[in-house]
């Protein structure tokens, strides 16, 4: 894809060539009118759906920013390979597999359909994300919203903070969640109680960040989990090179293939509008603009990615 060279006027040759792309993405994406924000969570209709930034964490620890880098928006389905990546070192990658796959499913993200063994197909639909939760939920019981919490916060590099009003909206109508709660405790892939699981899950969703966070909880991943800019070993290289396989095979849903085919680079969206892409030993690149396609992954984002990936020759394979 190409992008203007120059961008906005107001930036001159004085700034850092990478800075200037991810200008000229900005400049240029910001025109793009596709999509719609999501509403089948009613607090997530209130996002502006003009809001856009645009986030590049390197594995120096350096941190670029474009646009609404700063504004707080839910994390949703980014949480995702965070908690496998936490359930891996928490539980053992034995205990975790025993309940979720890795396989694409090819499906949207909140299909109800499980795999052959009435397992989920991997952990980044929302079947396998709910089992994750509730694999945490095993070992903390009560406190496993705030494990996660905390694990997230480490990727992050600072305290995160939960919009309770967007975990209000997602608790009084995700209904289909829980239908996929009880069909997997039925399945014996959740033990506790299913009520108690989503609780935590639709919490872990709400989770605030900003796409500067989510670029360098990205840049964590591609940092064999080291955050690049708090130093600290956050997860196991093991479990973040499994998390990023799946990523890879998964982490846009029935858009996987072609993301893969296109971009190459390991990814995970959100309904928030969020999305995270970590090329490993490279760096990572958070994005944020709520407006969706059918796919439920951020239009902008989408552009975004491919833009970089392209101009920077970035796609892995
Ligand atoms: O469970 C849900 O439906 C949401 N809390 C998260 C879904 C999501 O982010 C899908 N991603 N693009």
């Known amino acids: 894809m190409k992008v203007s060279p120059t961008g906005a006027a107001a930036w001159t040759s004085s700034k850092p060539p990478l800075l200037r792309f991810l200008n000229a993405c900005h400049a240029d994406f910001a025109a793009e009118t596709g999509g719609a924000v999501a509403d089948y969570i009613p607090e997530l209709g209130k996002a502006d759906p003009a809001h856009f930034g645009i986030s590049l964490a390197t594995l120096d620890g350096h941190v670029y920013e474009v646009g609404d880098t700063q504004i707080p928006f839910t994390i949703q389905s980014m949480s995702k390979p965070f908690v496998f990546a936490l359930a891996l070192d928490t539980l053992g990658a034995a205990r975790v597999e025993s309940a979720i796959g890795v396989e694409p499913s090819g499906d949207p993200f909140n299909s109800i359909r499980l795999n052959a063994e009435n397992h989920p197909f991997n952990a980044m639909v929302n079947a396998g994300a709910i089992a994750c939760t509730g694999l945490i939920h095993e070992t903390k019981g009560d406190g496993a919203f705030e494990y996660i919490r905390q694990a997230l916060g480490r990727f992050a590099g600072r305290d995160l903070d939960v919009d309770d009003a967007v975990y209000a909206s997602e608790s009084a109508t995700g209904d289909r969640n829980r239908a996929i709660g009880y069909l997997l405790r039925t399945n014996a892939v959740i033990k506790d109680n299913v009520t108690s699981v989503l609780e935590a899950y639709f919490r872990q969703c709400a989770v605030l960040v900003t796409a ?11 940092n064999r989990g080291v955050n690049p800019v708090t130093g600290e070993q956050v997860m196991t290289p093991y479990a973040i090179s499994r998390t990023l396989s799946v990523m890879t095979s998964s982490g846009m849903y029935d858009y996987a293939g072609e993301w893969i085919y296109r971009v190459g680079i390991p990814a995970k969206s959100g ?24 796919h439920g992954n951020s239009v902008r984002g989408i552009k975004v990615c491919e833009a970089l990936s392209s101009h920077y020759n970035l796609h892995m394979l």
């Open 212 to 222: 500067r966070d989510i670029a360098v909880m990205a840049a964590t991943l591609a």
């Open 271 to 294: 309904v928030g509008g969020g999305i995270l892409a970590a090329l490993p030993a490279r760096l990572g690149l958070g994005s944020y603009s709520p407006k969706l396609d059918k």
